[in-house]
């Protein structure tokens, strides 16, 4: 069984890094408002932002993988394991959502993609053996940056591209649920320096991550 559960959680891995992740809920389309305002086609330079910016997302996506991957393999609750593995599914849709997106844009993923699920496999294994409450803490400060990025990335993409930012607000909303699931599970606060090394480490990849 236990042999049963790696095989599947190397088989996700690798769909993370070659871009073939299950969508299991359809892409998020523009407000009705939105889809039928005729805005300008966006310019080359507002494409590549927009693509920068996806890049950093699918590139959080990827991490994400990782770190309930190593969460679900590190817990020895069935009732975490089901939580971890319900957000893992959501964050399947968001890394096929902005794959779809990139390439829509005629852009590409981050060609550093399997540094970053290395290191957030690492980081989440870490956080799993110190404990379900740490792990859990993790999980929910993890979600509450994210959150942020993903509101400061709503400012920031070009005012025409409805079609991010719609796949961008979804995220959003299913960001900031795991999260409050996590802390309802009985995740702790992180200590501030935890969660500044966290943010710090965030800043130098999605950094590169616009670039490559």
């Known amino acids: 069984m236990w042999l ?16 073939v992740s299950r969508m299991g809920r359809p892409l998020p389309v523009p407000h009705e408002s939105a889809a039928m305002a005729e805005a300008p086609e966006l ?11 996806m890049r950093v997302n699918h590139v959080g996506e990827v991490c994400a993988q990782a770190l309930y991957q190593a969460q679900k393999l590190t817990t020895r609750s069935p009732v975490l394991r089901a939580m971890f593995e319900h957000a893992a ?7 096929a959502w902005t794959a779809k997106r990139l390439e829509a844009l005629d852009s590409r993923p981050s060609l550093l993609n399997p540094l970053w699920y290395a290191g957030a496999l690492a980081v989440g294994l870490a956080a799993g053996r110190m ?3 740490v792990s859990l803490g993790f999980m929910a400060e993890t979600e509450r940056q994210v959150e ?7 400012e920031k993409l070009p005012a025409a591209d409805h079609e991010s930012r719609a796949i961008v607000e979804q995220m959003r909303i299913d960001e900031a649920q795991h999260g409050r699931a996590a802390m309802d599970a009985g995740g702790v606060e992180l200590p501030f ?5 966290m943010r710090a480490m965030s800043k130098v990849m999605t950094r590169m991550a616009y670039y490559l």
């Open 4 to 19: 049963d559960e790696l095989i599947g959680e190397f088989d996700r891995g690798l769909r993370s890094l070659t871009g």
């Open 148 to 154: 942020l990025h993903l509101d400061s990335h709503l």
């Open 193 to 197: 320096p935890a969660r500044a090394l």
């Open 131 to 133: 404990g379900d409450r």
């Open 43 to 53: 310019s080359p330079a507002e494409r590549a932002h927009a693509a920068g910016l």
């Open 89 to 95: 599914a959501e964050e399947e849709d968001h890394l």
